[in-house]
């Protein structure tokens, strides 16, 4: 069993390792990059922004949930408009 | 038409290349922009910084790799792009089959919604970096042997 495995992991591990290698390089590199950048992200406090609220979302699935109540109109003669969240006196 | 067929690998590693080193650029100019994008995919969000700063050099250094003389670093080069495609695909894929309407974030900022037509992209891409794994495996040293040029075929 462990002969088949290295018969079929043999010819195909230098091309993985080269593959991680690189993988791992150009991440260093962006890690490098985004270090010596004035406006890099923060790594560590990251504001991962709420899915109502991202700028690129334009309806994010939930939209029902996300979006207010629409506002009912209130009739300009009338003394108190009448909220149903309204607390009781 | 040998030279047809010849050229043919070159041209889709000057594609892939050329395409995945202006999205890499893209990414780079808005790394905050970029993370924020990520972030809306709604994976792994904390991950999201990370990823907005390893991802665009990872897909820089894979361009610069398929483009050289070595054939086994370009395949090394071409197998890293089928891999950083297939995570790419995955949230691509999971984005719309879950209906969550976000930009793309592929190019950098701008770079259009998430749709059906970018995950048909992304298997395209998949497709053509797989064929450049296999074709140099299968033809040696494809580009090595064929002149003292490094392999770019004639005109």
Redesign the interface.
């Known amino acids: 069993m462990s002969a088949s495995i290295s018969t079929i992991v043999r010819p195909v591990a230098p091309l993985l390792l080269r593959t991680s290698a690189l993988l791992a390089l150009g991440a260093i590199a962006g890690y490098v990059s985004n270090a010596l950048r004035a406006d890099g992200v923060s790594l560590t406090d990251f504001d991962a922004p709420a899915s109502c609220s991202g700028p690129a979302v334009t309806a994010p699935p939930d939209a029902e949930e996300c979006d207010p109540e629409p506002l009912e109109s209130v009739d300009p003669g009338a003394s108190e408009p009448d909220h149903a969240w309204s607390v009781a006196p | 038409m040998s030279r047809v067929r010849a050229a043919f690998p070159w041209l889709l590693r000057l594609g892939l290349a050329g395409l995945f080193a202006y999205a890499a650029v893209g990414k780079?100019r808005?790394?905050?922009?970029f993370?924020?994008?990520i972030?809306?995919y709604?994976l792994l969000?904390?991950l999201?910084?990370?990823v907005?700063?390893?991802?665009?050099?990872?897909?820089?250094?894979?361009a610069i790799?398929i483009l050289l003389p070595d054939a086994?670093?370009r395949?090394?080069?071409a197998?890293?792009l089928a891999?950083?495609l297939v995570v790419l695909l995955v949230a691509v894929t999971s984005v719309v089959v879950?209906?969550?309407?976000?930009?793309c974030?592929c190019f950098g900022a701008g770079s259009g919604?998430v749709t059906w037509l970018t995950v048909l992209r992304n298997v395209g891409l998949l497709a053509a970096a797989s064929y450049l794994v296999v074709r140099d495996e299968s033809s040696g040293s494809v580009g090595v042997s064929r002149g003292a040029d490094g392999g770019v075929p004639a005109p």
């Open positions: 780079l808005d790394p905050s922009a993370a924020r994008e972030a809306n709604q969000p904390d999201a910084s990370h907005a700063v390893a991802l665009p050099g990872a897909e820089l250094v894979a790799a086994r670093i395949r090394a080069g197998l890293a891999v950083l879950r209906g969550v309407n976000v930009d974030g919604e």
